[in-house]
């Protein structure tokens, strides 16, 4: 399921830049009343949801992101926004304060395609691999300023 399916359901009201202003609460029922008894969320809020068995976040090198966004057109803005988070991982690091460290992992996806990625995580589920990965983009930052 992406999670922008249940924005309107999580969201009064969208930005002046046509973004939706969630309610995390709100974001959280409208999941529950939704879901299944298996599946994938995809999103950059699914970190924040309950009651979830395993939480990944993907990742990948800000310099590639930023070519990655570029070509989908994203305004400088949010480009620069997305490139903060990843570097300082920023989800990352809300998912383990909400959840348990044990319940969390990443995936660097900085040279995998989206069918690769897809398949390290399904090997993932089915037991077959780990993911321990220690990522950090922090370093980044200091070519930026």
């Not at 590639?64 to 305004?75: A, F, G, T, V, W």
């Not at 460290?101 to 995580?121: C, G, P, Y």
Request: net charge negative; glycine share 4%.
């Amino acid at each position: 399921m992406h999670l922008s399916e249940l924005y309107s359901e999580a969201s009064e009201e969208k930005t002046t830049s046509d973004e939706w202003l969630i309610d995390v609460e709100k974001l959280n029922r409208a999941f529950h009343k939704k879901k299944g008894d298996s599946f994938i969320v995809e999103g950059h809020l699914s970190h924040t949801l309950k009651d979830v068995e395993k939480v990944i976040v993907l990742r990948c090198d800000p310099n590639i992101l930023e070519s990655r966004m570029e070509k989908r057109n994203y305004s400088e803005s949010k480009i620069r926004e997305n490139l903060e988070a990843e570097a300082m991982g920023i989800i990352y690091s809300e998912a383990i304060e909400i959840f348990d460290r044990t319940k969390v992992a990443q995936l660097d996806t900085t040279n995998s395609t989206s069918e690769q990625a897809a398949e390290i995580l399904e090997q993932f589920f089915e037991g077959k691999v780990k993911l321990d990965e220690t990522i950090d983009y922090s370093e980044r930052i200091m070519g930026w300023y």
